[in-house]
């Protein structure tokens, strides 16, 4: 009867059991940005880069909308996603990390300078959101609000199939994040409106400045009546922010 092992490919571990295997795997090779058989992995050409950025950019923007129903926790997953092309996005991002046991690998972009980092990598600088100018609503991925930041992920993974003594290997790569939708304000003469802290007058929603959403550093603020003074668009969550509370939490 033959016995399988299961050796460790960063060191030279060997163990009785997959399950062993990938403990030692989480304490001893947490980060692990090695890979063992990257030698044998082609580069992709720019062109192939250019095809799979926009078909990561065509996905994030359709699960944007405009209303209730289209924000909160969003998975996407695109199929035959090249092994390789995932390596040249993401490789030299400091949260990269690779399994090799689960052939697996993730790189987690967070707040608003994850939304930059994801502009460069996409080559696009508005893949994080898409306006709707006739309603004046903007859908987005919220990565930074009041609450704290929100993590954006990318996950590949090899997927396998069996089948008359033969096996197909396929690359699927997954993502999560969260989205929002807002109104925006687009008047060409500057804005007096409540500080972010301050709730709006229904009680329910919060008036919340996004920096990175192409909206103007503060210009002056007024000790007397708490009020800062903007002179570009400004956006306004159209839903009660506070659910995305506990949202915030668990991703931290």
């Known amino acids: 009867m033959t016995t399988c092992t299961f050796p460790c490919l960063l060191c030279s571990k060997i163990y009785d059991t997959k399950k062993k295997l990938q403990s030692h795997e989480r304490t001893k090779h947490k980060n692990n940005k090695s890979i063992p058989h990257y030698h044998i992995l082609d580069k992709p050409s720019e062109e ?27 998975h996407i997953v695109i199929d035959a996603f090249p092994e390789s092309v995932f390596l040249s996005l993401f490789e030299n991002e400091n949260s990269f990390k690779y399994i090799p046991s689960q052939r697996k690998y993730q790189c ?55 089948e008359n003594d033969r096996l197909f290997l396929t690359g699927i790569l997954s993502i999560n994040f969260i989205t929002n939708s807002g109104g925006f304000i687009n008047d060409e003469e500057n804005q007096i409106l409540p500080s972010v802290q301050e709730s709006s007058s229904n009680g329910n929603h919060i008036l919340h400045t996004i920096n990175k959403y192409n909206v103007s550093s503060i ?17 306004r969550y159209i839903l009660p922010y506070s659910q995305f509370k506990n949202i915030s939490l668990n991703n931290k």
């Open 48 to 74: 192939i880069l250019s095809f799979y950025r926009d078909a990561i950019i065509i996905r994030l923007k359709s699960s944007l909308g405009f209303n209730r129903h289209s924000i909160g926790k969003k």
């Open 108 to 162: 987690i972009l967070e707040g608003a300078v994850g939304g930059e980092i994801l502009k460069s990598i996409l080559k696009y600088d508005q893949v994080i959101f898409r306006e709707n100018k006739n309603t004046s609503t903007k859908g987005y991925i919220l990565l930074e609000d009041n609450d704290g930041q929100y993590k954006l992920t990318f996950i590949w993974r090899q997927k396998e199939w069996k």
């Open 219 to 235: 210009l002056t603020q007024s000790n007397n009546n708490n009020v800062q003074i903007y002179n570009k668009p400004r956006y």
